[in-house]
């Protein structure tokens, strides 16, 4: 077994240095230091970070798919209120209104209806 090295459980020697540096003798300073380094740090513009993950056959295909969902969903509510909506039953009727089990020769009879 492979062990992840994001495990859920403590890290002890984490734990143990941050401890130290937010409550050593001047945590105000580590604060101070941190936030220069937020600050300090460079960031990319929103169009960098969706090309470093976002390939263009990706963009591509998601933009696809978005406009056949988009198109089938105007197709479908474009549709004439005049002509009837067919329903089709995926199990015969009476194994939804019977409430025991079908007899044998049912269940035969079914069997051998298409012959």
């Given at each position: 077994m492979t062990?992840?090295?994001?495990?859920?459980?403590?890290?002890e020697e984490l734990g143990r240095l941050l401890r130290e540096q937010l409550s050593g003798p001047a945590p105000e300073a580590f604060l101070?230091?941190?936030r220069v380094a937020v600050t300090e740090a460079e960031r990319p513009n929103e169009w960098e970070t969706v090309s470093r993950w976002a390939r263009p056959r990706n963009m591509a295909l998601a933009i696809a798919a978005g406009l056949l969902l988009w198109l089938g969903a105007w197709f479908s509510l474009n549709q004439p209120a005049s002509e009837p909506a067919m329903l089709v039953a995926s199990l015969p009727a009476h194994t939804v209104v019977n409430q025991e089990p079908p007899r044998a020769a049912e269940i035969m009879g079914a069997l051998l209806e298409g012959r």
């Open positions: 062990m992840s090295p994001f495990d859920h459980q403590r890290d101070a230091r941190l």
